[in-house]
């Protein structure tokens, strides 16, 4: 059968060295963009991702090239010299090791098998069966005179005779798939964009199939460059067809000048080029700033209202409160200072012994949390061993104090307690 258009046959093989939950050697086969095989060296066998087949003796020999490829690209990944080449500049961890190769046919006349080679995502090698190139940072890759004679003739006579057998095997096999048609709809949606006071112009191709589509914009019947434009990938829709689209910025200025604007289309599909017009209509750059008018007021109007309600909450004083509770399962002593309901969001707090501050190190220091009405809280705590609370050596008490402040405009407030052998932490707020 002759196929008309580029289709091309890839198979993607990964070889991870370390430990990882990945499989350590996997290859993914694909034609065009239809995933057809899947292996990996935990289950040792060809999946098929295609349609089932009547043909079980000619996939079952197709198997059998690509089971042949498989095992040498395993065997040339997983060779201990590769690793050595590879690692030599690395030592432990997970470093992924990658080869690309396949083939394309052109309406029927097969290219040469094309492989890459990358290492932690670097290209390291590439190979077209006419050159070779190494990149410089692996110097040790670069083949030796038996090497030159051996791998070309691999390449011929065994790589590229079962690629373009594989290939033009789920060609056939994936014809209703790969060799459909389906023509692209294309709008130009145009709307204003109020922070800047532009208009965007965009060209939405979308529901095409194969994946190729040239999209142009042009002003005047001119080309846009790519350098105005924001340039949309080609992306997948959920059916199987692909989407794209470009991106015109329009400033007021150039609104005013009533430039005419073309989204046009070439695809497969299409007999001819599918051109879709605009014209800026009188006012529209009024209608833009206009609508930045209105967002400007709802701007202004928002900061009063925030401003109003900041003003409100700096009223808003914390109120402070001093825990202690022992730990009868250590025998400690745990006494907290909590200040909750103050805005804004600083303050200072302070504990002290015996009339003197606290050092940080000794004492746990909570975050300041934000309350569900919109105020704060925060925490400081100490802790006292058993020791430290059973001591009986006069003076046996310990005289706590933490004091808060919210600004310095602000007064101080404190909260006191007296702890000591036999006697439960009294609060009290002056």
């Not at 093989?13 to 057809?36: C, K, N, R, Y």
């Not at 090698?125 to 005179?145: A, G």
Request: charged share 25%; aromatic share 8%.
């Amino acid at each position: 059968m002759f196929h008309t258009g580029s289709h091309s046959l890839w198979a993607f093989a990964t070889f991870i060295h370390g430990q990882t939950q990945f499989p350590e050697f996997s290859v993914v086969v694909m034609l065009d963009d239809l995933q057809v095989l899947y292996y990996d060296r935990n289950i040792k066998k060809w999946i098929s991702r295609s349609q089932p087949s009547s043909t079980n003796v000619v996939e079952d020999f197709i198997l059998e090239g690509a089971n042949i490829v498989m095992e040498h690209v395993y065997n040339s990944m997983s060779s201990p010299a590769h690793r050595v080449n590879l690692l030599s500049n690395h030592t432990g961890g997970v470093h992924v090791h990658q080869r690309l190769g396949g083939c394309v046919l052109d309406n029927d006349k097969a290219s040469p098998v094309t492989m890459w080679e990358a290492y932690d995502g670097t290209a390291a090698t590439r190979y077209d069966m006419h050159n070779r190139t190494v990149n410089p940072l692996w110097p040790q890759l670069m083949w030796s005179t038996k090497e030159k004679e051996y791998w070309p003739m691999q390449y011929r006579h065994i790589y590229q005779p079962i690629c373009i057998q594989t290939l033009k095997y789920y060609l056939e096999k994936e014809k209703n798939i790969v060799l459909r048609k389906e023509r692209p709809r294309v709008r130009l949606i145009h709307k204003p964009c109020t922070e800047t006071g532009e208009m965007k112009v965009s060209c939405l191709a979308t529901g095409f199939y194969p994946r190729h589509i040239n999209l142009t914009v042009l002003r005047d019947g001119h080309p846009v460059p790519d350098e105005e434009l924001i340039l949309g990938e080609v992306l997948p829709n959920g059916d199987g067809t692909y989407q794209t689209r470009r991106t015109l910025s329009i400033r007021s200025e150039e609104l005013r000048e009533r430039h005419h604007y073309t989204c046009s289309v070439t695809h497969l599909t299409l007999d001819n080029k599918l051109d879709i017009n605009w014209e800026p209509e009188e006012g529209s750059d009024v209608a833009v700033i206009s609508s930045l008018v209105v967002v400007l007021v709802l701007v202004l109007v928002s900061t009063i209202l925030l401003f109003v309600i900041y003003k409100r909450r700096r009223r808003e004083h914390p109120r402070v409160r001093l825990i202690h509770k022992p730990c009868t399962e250590t025998g400690e002593m745990k006494v907290s200072c909590l200040a909750t309901g103050f805005y804004p969001r600083h303050i200072n707090l302070t504990m002290l012994r015996d009339g003197h501050p606290i050092p940080d190190e000794e004492l746990i220091l909570g975050e300041v949390l934000p309350n569900g009405d919109g105020t704060y809280q925060t925490r400081r705590t100490l802790k006292f061993n058993e020791m430290e609370v059973e001591r009986e050596s006069p003076p046996c008490q310990t005289d706590l104090a933490f004091a808060a402040q919210t600004g310095p405009d602000r007064p101080k407030l404190s909260v006191s307690a007296a702890l000591g052998h036999g006697a439960a932490g009294k609060g009290r707020r002056p």
